[in-house]
Nanobody, 119 residues
Framework: QVQLVESGGGLVQPGGSLRLSCAAS????????MGWDRQAPGKQREFIAT???????NYADSVKGRFTISRDNAKNTVYLQMNSLKPEDTAVYYC?????????????WGQGTQVTVSS
């Protein structure tokens, strides 16, 4: 069984920063692409960023230049450094990863962590 557990969410003022972490655990043979999505109240879930095994990254236009995704393969962990936060960044943030337990890869998601940007 595989689990993804996020941490690091909270309340921050506009212009502030937060760093989210997501650790994968369980029966893991290898991890492929890892990423983050978010879902704001009343809105559909949206793509934020991905990072491939080799480090190649991809970002949504709405967060480019403000958010940075990174990973520590030794710790099976993906991070999201969020700077210059805006009220519209308020959402539940979910990490995701393609994980193999020995054969093919399957997608997994974390339970989500709340980020609230407000003064």
């Amino acid at each position: 069984q595989v689990q993804l557990v996020e941490s690091g969410g909270g309340l921050v003022q506009p212009g502030g920063s937060l760093r989210l972490s997501c650790a994968a655990s369980g029966s893991i043979s290898s991890i492929g692409t890892m990423g983050w999505d978010r879902q704001a109240p009343g809105k559909q879930r949206e793509f934020i960023a991905t990072i491939a095994t080799g480090g190649r990254t991809n970002y949504a236009d709405s967060v480019k230049g403000r958010f940075t995704i990174s990973r520590d393969n030794a710790k099976n962990t993906v991070y999201l450094q969020m700077n210059s936060l805006k009220p519209e960044d308020t959402a539940v943030y979910y990490c995701n990863a393609d994980i193999s337990s020995g054969r093919s890869y399957a997608p997994y998601w974390g339970q989500g962590t709340q980020v609230t940007v407000s003064s």
